[in-house]
């Protein structure tokens, strides 16, 4: 047979994997689940895609505040306005260590500009901007295109669930609608299993179909205790595999517990400077209950065979 | 060949379907749409099951507010509890009726008895409490229990449909956690298939696993404008078949159009108070609608050889 997880190394995270999905599948063992519960959620920066120097979409908003500074001087002084025209990535580096910190003042500001930057589009049109980014752009530091950022070995492992009747979804803190036009080509996740972060959106009708339209206002932000919230009310379910890298993904994490049958949560710890990156800024959290509940870690560095 | 719809009449609306399915599934043909685009949304009460004398979900709500209201008789003289303690079904009537013409102050006034009815329980208790209640409820008039309610006509679209690649929704205005312990059972939907009206979520972290417990807040309201917006936060599509029958199906069935491509709006008309009920409260604007817009009737008395 051939190995089904060829881009990890041998060792405990790799077992863990296939102990789980072997018990999960094996029909008559106690720890079997029928197939259509086997639910498996994924963060997705840090997790299935790298996020560093910064998250992806943030470069996406960060060359769109950018542009609208360009056009409207009045915006320079403003944040995050200011800092997407000055380049200034030690303020927006910050806000993001504050949010991780518990203290999410900033984050609302830089997420107010966030919101305000693809306001009044169409979901159409806004899926066009970030299809094109994601195919145009190279990431800055790893010398590769961002749909080539995603880690193979995690992309492997979603194949592997897949052929052994999992489904996957992306529980991520990034927009629901920024990674969909690419999440089936790069994970094999389709439109639907993209669970995100979203903006209030509004209907308009007209004589063709109407549109939907992005507002100036976040409808929820999906990180932190409202993952399992928008788990369960966009699957139903309850997962039984999850993975993550950060303080976000705790509650994600703890939710994917069952009291009767196996579980599978996974940490993914990025400790490979040579490869990828090292950090655990804004992981700590997350760390230390991996080790005191038991979750499975997954170092880039000694468990992936390649990274990309 | 089998008829795939052997529970419809034959005439325009058995016509209408077959004609779409098969111009969809048409590889090479122009009306063709590609599989993972097949996506097929339905309301439930009216479309999928019957709504009359009461929606399914108002019976089941009615039961608990009077339950409330014998244990505390200071709700007695509070709308909601009021009319569920009186069995006051006139006044109810009348927030419906009030409703489809446009006025919802006591629409909200019975939302929030409704959302205070199951605040404060646990997703899990809420799914057993209504999967208990459709499993051992009859229906008032029709000498049925509720899950046997379905329109037999519509679960054979549901296969039909299913068999030839599409995915099918329930975008409905009840809620979506009241419909999800039968959606499978009943429609052959599973749970993460139903879209449907929310409360607030929240989740609260414990050593086994935590638990997501209803608030006494709505998220959202699945009608009218909504509908569109929360199928396509499902979904990411736009839909190529919908079905309604009420004037809260209006948007849904208008953006379920696609310039390019053919789509297929059906509005179930209750015209048969023999088999089923003979009604049109509710459903004006949408009826006149479908005249304008060429979406196709379905005649409860004269396109279904069979109702239940």
Known sequence: MSDPLSTWKEGAAKDAIIGHVEQTCADGSPGWVPVQERVAVFDNDGTLWCEKPMPIQLDFVLRRLAEMAELDPSLRVRQPWKAAHERDY???????????????????????????????????????????????????????????????????????????????????????????????????????????????????????????????????????????????????????????????DIEMLDFTHHRDRPSLRLLVLHDDAEREFDYVAGAERALERAASRGWTLVSVKDDWATVF
């Open 90 to 248: 030690a303020w927006l580096a910050q806000v993001m260590a504050e949010h991780y910190a518990g203290d999410d003042t900033n984050v609302k500001t830089l997420g107010a500009g966030v919101v305000a930057a693809f306001a009044n589009i169409t979901v159409d049109e806004f899926e066009a901007d970030s299809d094109a980014f994601l195919r145009s752009t190279r990431h800055p530091t790893l010398g590769r295109g961002y749909l080539e950022c995603a880690y193979a070995p995690m992309v492997e492992l979603l194949a592997y669930l897949r052929a052994n009747g999992f489904v996957n979804y992306i529980a991520s803190g990034g927009g629901r609608d920024f990674m969909r036009p690419i999440s089936d080509e790069v994970y094999g996740i389709p439109r639907e299993g993209v669970i995100g972060s979203a903006v209030a959106l509004a209907y308009t009708p007209d004589e063709n179909g109407g549109a939907i339209t992005r507002q100036a206002a976040a409808d929820y932000l999906d990180d932190g205790a409202e993952k399992p919230v928008h788990i369960w009310a966009r699957t139903g379910r309850r997962p039984v595999l999850a993975a993550g890298n950060s303080n976000g």
